[in-house]
T-cell receptor, first 118, second 110 residues
Framework: GAVVSQHPSRVICKSGTSVKIECRSLDFQATTMFWYRQFPKKSLMLMATSNEGSKATYEQGVEKDKFLINHASLTLSTLTVTSAHPEDSSFYIC??????????????FGEGSWLTVV | GEDVEQSLFLSVREGDSSVINCTYT??????LYWYKQEPGAGLQLLTY?????DMKQDQRLTVLLNKKDKHLSLRIADTQTGDSAIYFC??????????FGTGTRLQVFP
């Protein structure tokens, strides 16, 4: 079945540096991917919609200059946390829909990426 | 506005049934989902239901939807220790954007 994969699964970076997280659809094409953030013991909050070949759409309150999203191909979206600070430490997870899935309604999530900023 | 709520915690004995409840506010929801998240892991899609359905059963899982009351539930029959996790309901309005509930932590004890 369709799989969405994220990399890295865990990353530690120094405050002030940037870190990139990749989200790949492994056996299907995804024109749209979604990036969510989960704070400890909290629910998932949508950060942005990543659109292949065009600019991402950010949710209210999400800084687009801080969370750079690039969706350069039909199978890859990247989220770059720029000038990371400890408060950016969180669990980031992406999702994508496989439109070729005969059920027509399966949204797959990646394994998630734990970011710790020290 | 969009708001999805769940009770935070549920504890059940192994072998019993678990019922996790979810309420939502947006009546235009088209699909409602249940996801499972184990500690330190991503989300696993368990099941989903279309808004014009009342019930969906898939092995040990039964989803009930009361659209009038905007209430969704997930029943897990014969709950096992491996079912211990956080369960999220989520709604979509026909797009891929999901609005998640607050999550219910299910603890199964022997």
């Amino acid at each position: 079945g369709a799989v969405v994969s994220q990399h890295p699964s865990r990353v530690i970076c120094k405050s002030g540096t940037s870190v990139k997280i990749e989200c790949r659809s492994l056996d299907f094409q995804a024109t749209t991917m979604f990036w969510y953030r989960q704070f400890p013991k909290k629910s998932l909050m949508l950060m942005a919609t990543s659109n292949e070949g065009s600019k991402a759409t950010y949710e209210q309150g999400v800084e687009k200059d801080k969370f750079l999203i690039n969706h350069a191909s039909l199978t890859l979206s990247t989220l770059t946390v720029t000038s990371a600070h400890p408060e950016d430490s969180s669990f980031y997870i992406c999702s994508a829909r496989d439109w070729a899935d005969p059920t027509g309604n399966t949204i797959y999530f990646g394994e998630g990426s734990w970011l710790t900023v020290v | 506005g969009e708001d999805v709520e769940q009770s935070l915690f549920l504890s059940v004995r192994e072998g019993d049934s678990s019922v996790i409840n979810c309420t939502y506010t947006d009546s235009s929801s088209t699909y409602l989902y249940w996801y499972k998240q184990e500690p330190g892991a991503g989300l696993q899609l368990l099941t989903y239901i279309f808004s014009n359905m009342d019930m969906k059963q898939d092995q040990r899982l039964t989803v009930l939807l009361n659209k009038k009351d905007k209430h969704l539930s997930l029943r897990i029959a014969d709950t096992q220790t491996g079912d211990s996790a956080i369960y999220f309901c989520a709604e979509s309005m026909g797009t891929d954007k999901l609005i998640f509930g607050t999550g219910t932590r299910l603890q199964v004890f022997p």
